[in-house]
Every structure is written in C-alpha cells, then in structure tokens.
C-alpha cells in the first residue's frame, strides 16, 4: 500500500482564555505563516471527522493553552495516538498572566517549531 505524503497538522485549544487565545494565534500563525505546506488549524471539535487524516499526517502539534489539555484529551477521545502536545503552561505562560500579544506568541510559535523540525 502506498502511503501518501501529509504535511504536518496543528491543533490548538481554542478557549476564552488568554493562554487559549495565545495557542489558537500561534497555531494560526504556523498552519498559515511559518510552516509552509502545513495543513490548516484545527480546533478539538474537527477531531471526530478528522481523524483518519490525523493518524496518517506525518507529524501532528496539539497546543493546549493550560494544563487541562483539552486538545491532548480530544486526540485520545479520536483514538489519534502520535502527536507531539505542547502545553503553554511548560513555557511559563499561565492562566490570567500571558496576554494573547506579539512577545508571546512569538515565543509559543518559536518552540513550536522545533517540535516540528
């Protein structure tokens, strides 16, 4: 069976937050800025119907902006089991504390991308 090439997938939290702000402009901006050729952004609820595609993407980032890893728990939920989880939490970017502004979204898209080097 030939298996075809699949760029790279983002997934990012997309709560109320700031830090889920943070992560969803951050997965933004790699899907559609940095990372050329990756897919679009996807957000926990395109999991169901996404995952096949997710399973056979060469390299899946999950971004959770705190530690309750809502994305991380929807890839389990989706039976999607290789993918690197990056939480914003591990960066030192906190609930109520890391605004959603250029400084930091810089910082989540530069660790980021060396998950996806």
Known sequence: MIRRHHP???MACHCELD?????SLAGFQLAHGDL????????????????EHLRRSR?????DGCAMSCGRKAM?????????HLELG???LTKGHS??????VRKVVEVAKLFLE
């Open 90 to 92: 591990n960066l030192g």
């Open 8 to 10: 790279p997938v983002v």
């Open 76 to 84: 389990g939920r989706a039976g999607v089991e290789s993918f690197t």
């Open 19 to 23: 830090v889920g702000e943070l992560a």
């Open 59 to 63: 390299q899946v980032l999950v971004v």
């Open 36 to 51: 050329s050729g990756a897919d679009s952004l996807l957000s926990p609820s395109d999991l169901p119907a996404m995952a």
């Open 99 to 104: 605004p959603a502004d250029e400084g930091n």
